[in-house]
Nanobody, 129 residues
């Protein structure tokens, strides 16, 4: 069992930056170091969409909508996942969720919520114009 707790969500103006954090706890030692870890977001009235994910070897993949603006990373122990968000836009407004899965990270350009087994409760990010 893995528990994920997000923090760092806030209200910012367009062009600003935020860093989200996700602390991973579980019966397995340092789950974040061995699992595929990712960030998703869900805007009102829309489906949950993948933002970025990172595997145990620190290979990262990003959705086209955030490439060049967002950076996913994790600490060496693998217990904390981060999402650095720069040049924020109003369309980035959503609830951001941390996710983890013991399997390999999805290999395609698109990935789905069903690819991940464990979820955090989410943190709200609001970007005003």
């Amino acid at each position: 069992q893995v528990q994920l707790v997000e923090s760092g969500g806030a209200a910012v103006q367009a062009g600003g930056s935020l860093r989200l954090s996700c602390a991973a706890f579980g019966a397995s030692k340092s789950p974040g170091s061995r699992f595929c870890m990712g960030w998703f977001r869900q805007a009102p009235g829309k489906e949950r969409e993948g933002v970025a994910h990172i595997d145990s070897h620190y290979n990262a993949r990003y959705a086209d909508s955030v490439k060049g603006r967002f950076t996913i990373s994790k600490d060496n122990a693998g217990n904390t996942l981060y999402l650095q968000m720069d040049s924020l836009k109003p369309e980035d407004t959503a609830i951001y969720y941390c996710a983890a899965d013991p399997g390999a990270c999805p290999s395609g350009a698109w990935w789905h919520a069903s690819d991940f087994h464990y979820w955090g409760q989410g943190t709200q990010v609001t970007v005003s114009s």
